[in-house]
């Protein structure tokens, strides 16, 4: 045999063997069996692991924008019209999250953890210094005093708002983009505080929020199966929540939005519990995506996460109270955050019922810039980029309908204002009566003493008894 007939043999062989081999690997998927096992050990919250350290103190810088609706028409809303907004922003500030008091909790299984933020502002990211922009916005304390109020009669309601109106209070206020975001001290919660000395004398949306925590998170660290990891086991030593009005509205589920497991699938639902929204909310896949050349799956909360309960009877949960639901697009969270009447949305009502974009002018609901989507690697489920995008609203009543209770007494005051109003009329009316019946008392007393007079000094004709000539006597004078 020559050397050319021995080289094409060897060839084959070896050809048959490695396409025998890499079709068994192939059908077997040992290697990614192999890779899937590694990566399941790998992604457990473990002080071993690699994803620990990440998870401990998240790599990817997180920037918050904030953007504001400036009200340009305070006065014709206040005489009924349609309020007129322009958006101003961004004012963008760097987020710092990481973990902190940091516990393992039975034999590793979970995890205690404590989620502290803090906030840098960003000059060169935003459009202005926020200490000296000044933006109108709704009077949100004036607000809330005012929809404490709303179980209380008319007219203590109707004294309140003159009182808090004297002390120049309105329904919008005006300050500056550090005022409304880090707090101020509002004239009317100062006031309320010397009533009531746990009334914080300060506002602001992000009041009390910078270098504090959302609450105490314990984890599943995923050792007992990698589906779990990340995963929320308890939040503030609750697995469910009590303000909502269903069991699953209630509900804990997902992660905190950090981390998820590896080997992501595009069938599956992704959950995270989202504190601010005082609720857990899920993701589905979107489509394919690309981020700096690596894949990845695009997930988003479909429309049916804030749906109204007449298209999605599953939200009927989220009523407060029970048959108390607003239209699609729009969440009330002033059921676990006392005081305003809070209202969550997408900005500028994306996704949201018509009637809402409808009512302020200056609004452009669209998917490029206003909706929520996480990319995640799905091999590892590390995300690779997120944008959480969220609007908060309140709840504004521009007409109330007096009770039965408070139009009675309405009746009577008005009756007493209009005898109080009328009183010196009414005095003068009876003056002239009394004046009248003076008048005629006096005139028929007069009468009567005339006709006396007359009886008393005239006496009748006598006559002589030897003469039949009647004799005129004189009258007394």
């Not at 004398?201 to 990698?226: A, D």
């Not at 504190?275 to 990845?296: F, M, N, P, T, W």
């Not at 988003?300 to 607003?326: I, Q, R, W």
């Amino acid at each position: 045999m020559t050397r050319r007939s021995c080289a094409i043999y060897a060839t084959g062989i070896v050809s048959a063997h490695l396409l025998i081999v890499g079709i068994a690997l192939v059908v077997a998927q040992v290697f990614q069996t192999m890779i899937h096992e590694r990566l399941k050990k790998e992604f457990t919250l473990t002080e071993a692991s690699q994803v620990f350290e990440s998870w401990k103190n998240p790599p990817p810088p997180v920037y918050m924008e904030y953007y504001f609706f400036n009200v340009t028409n305070p006065k014709e809303f206040l005489a009924g019209g349609k309020a007129a907004v322009q958006q101003i922003g961004p004012y963008t500030y760097r987020e710092y999250r990481p973990r902190e008091n940091i516990s393992f909790l039975e034999n590793g299984t979970k995890i205690y953890a404590l989620n502290p933020k803090s906030f840098v502002f960003v000059p060169e990211k935003s459009v202005g210094n926020p200490e000296v922009d000044i933006v109108r916005t709704v009077n949100i304390p004036f607000v809330a005093v005012m929809n404490e109020l709303s179980s209380y009669s008319f007219f203590l309601r109707t004294g309140i708002s003159m009182y808090i109106k004297s002390l120049g209070v309105d329904l919008f206020l005006t300050r500056t983009v550090h005022e409304v975001l880090w707090g101020f001290k509002d004239p009317l919660l100062t006031k309320l505080h010397t009533m009531r000395s746990e009334v914080d004398e300060y506002f602001g949306l992000m009041w009390k929020k910078n270098g504090t925590h959302e609450g105490e998170f314990v984890f599943h660290t995923g050792v007992e199966n990698y589906l779990d990891y990340g995963k929320i086991d308890t939040w503030n030593g609750m697995r469910k929540m009590n303000w909502w009005s269903s069991n699953q509205s209630n509900m804990i589920n997902g992660t905190d939005g950090a981390v998820f497991h590896p080997l992501i699938n595009r069938n599956e639902l992704l959950y995270i519990f989202a504190a601010d929204l005082c609720r857990s909310i899920h993701l589905a896949y979107v489509e394919d995506v690309e981020v700096k050349g690596i894949q990845a799956y695009r997930f988003a909360p479909p429309s049916d996460v804030l749906m109204s309960p007449k298209e999605n009877p599953t939200n009927e949960g989220f009523c407060v109270p029970a048959g108390d639901c607003l239209g699609t697009g729009v969440l009330k969270v002033s059921v676990c955050r006392e005081g305003a009447p809070i209202v969550v949305s997408f900005p500028h009502f994306y996704q949201a019922d018509p009637m809402y974009i409808n009512a302020i002018d200056g609004l452009s609901p669209n998917k490029d810039e206003h909706e929520t989507y996480l990319d995640l690697q799905p091999t590892s489920g590390v995300p690779i980029r997120a944008c959480k995008r969220a609007q908060l609203n309140i709840i504004l009543k521009r007409t109330a309908t007096i009770d039965d209770d408070s139009a009675s007494q309405m009746r009577t005051l008005l009756l007493i204002v209009t005898l109080v109003s009328n009183f010196p009329l009414l005095i003068v009316g009876m003056g002239i009566i009394l004046l009248l019946v003076l008048v005629v008392l006096f005139c028929r007393n007069r009468q009567k003493k005339v006709g006396i007079a007359l009886e008393s000094c005239i006496k009748p004709l006598k006559c002589d008894p030897d003469n039949d000539v009647p004799q005129m006597l004189t009258p007394y004078l």
